[in-house]
């Protein structure tokens, strides 16, 4: 699978061209249907209780699914098939993601960040590659992106998300 960015894939993409297609097309399937059963509800006339039951076990099978993805990329990523970078900050430069932080981080797609445990957001745009083809030089994105007029607002971290900062760096510092 060739990548066309040398950083990788934001997360959907990725998660589309390297999770198991099986599970792709059981989520499109249950999408699909639940959507189907969307604009069932939008005709005129009496609904059907079996129906809304239909609708609700759809919703609940695209769900499952979309869990099942999660789950398949999270355990590529852990077993290093697929390796990710990512910014500890939104404007830092970018750092490689060492498998062990997948134990305790989850992967969200409509932001392209991950998670630890409690939500907290810990790393910014992540980028996932096929570890074969990931063995490329970060130097053209170490530096981080011109800094505007406006200074950016002294950060605030939770202490759940310098834990895992912590456990991160720990795990991905050099022997």
Do not use: N
Not at 133 to 143: N, T
Request: hydrophobic share 45%; with cysteine; net charge negative.
């Amino acid at each position: 699978m060739k990548h066309d960015h040398p950083t990788g894939l934001p997360l959907a993409e990725g998660a589309r061209r390297s999770c198991d297609a099986a599970i792709l097309e059981a989520l499109a399937t249950a999408e699909a249907e639940a959507a189907r059963f969307e604009a069932m509800d939008l005709l005129p006339g009496r609904q059907d209780t079996h129906r809304g039951m239909l609708k609700s076990a759809a919703y609940f099978e695209a769900e499952y699914q979309r869990c099942q993805l999660l789950d398949d990329l999270r355990r590529r990523l852990q077993c290093g098939d697929l390796v990710a970078t990512a910014r500890e900050r939104p404007t830092g430069p970018r750092i490689e993601v060492a498998a062990e932080a997948w134990q305790h981080l989850s992967p969200h797609f409509a932001d392209d960040t991950a998670r630890d445990g409690l939500g907290a957001v810990v790393l910014f745009q992540v980028r996932i590659a096929e570890a074969a083809l990931a063995q490329v030089s970060l130097a053209h994105d170490a530096m981080p992106p011109a800094v505007t007029a406006q200074a950016d607002p002294k950060p605030v971290y939770s202490l759940s998300t310098l834990r895992a900062w912590y456990l991160l760096r720990r795990s991905s510092w050099p022997a």
